[in-house]
């Protein structure tokens, strides 16, 4: 069942508390495992008239909990709390601002700045100094990300329902 299918039940919920690594954590793991049949989530689990801690989960795709389980756990994707609303990844902000950055779009930026080619426009391999060069970009490019996420998740204060109800979300370091 989804979130938007479950907004009656999940919109009991008094307060949800998750901590911010566990969020780039699980946006992290996605973009590792976008092939995959899985993806990472933030799960809080019943009775939901209460304030409740959001957990790093994997969720598999297709995985059903028994019916007799009530209230049934409740899996957020990371993003909805980047963005403080269900619609999450479909936001129109989302690619451009806090998605995970591509590896392969950075190698090529990185490969223009540094003009990596030959004088016939070919690729060339990197240098043992240029490899180096490369691991500190991709470096600085994930922190860059992080930070931006980071300073995102300051700012939402709660997540909201598509019909309007508003839960308060308290995101925590450590």
Do not use: C
């Not at 907004?7 to 954590?25: F, K, L, N």
């Not at 963005?83 to 806090?98: E, F, K, M, V, Y």
């Not at 997540?159 to 508003?166: A, M, Q, S, V």
Request: proline share 6%.
């Amino acid at each position: 069942m989804t979130i938007q299918q479950r907004e009656h039940q999940i919109a009991e919920i008094e307060s949800i508390t998750v901590q911010a690594g566990d969020i780039i954590d699980a946006m992290r793991r996605n973009k590792r495992d976008e092939r995959q049949s899985r993806s990472h989530v933030l799960k809080v689990t019943g009775p939901f008239d209460t304030d409740l801690t959001a957990t790093l989960y994997v969720s598999e795709h297709q995985t059903m909990y028994p019916k007799e389980l009530s209230p049934q756990p409740v899996h957020f994707p990371p993003e909805v709390f980047v963005l403080g609303h269900i619609g999450g990844s479909r936001h129109p902000d989302w690619q451009n601002n806090w998605s995970h950055p591509e590896r392969g779009a950075a190698k090529g930026h990185f490969r223009t700045e540094y003009d990596v080619y030959t004088d016939e426009g070919n690729l060339r391999d990197l240098t043992p100094e240029e490899q180096e060069k490369w691991h500190e970009w991709w470096q600085t490019t994930v922190e860059v990300w992080e930070n931006s996420v980071r300073h995102q998740l300051d700012t939402t204060e709660s997540l909201t329902l598509t019909d309007g109800t508003e839960i308060p979300v308290t995101v925590t370091e450590l």
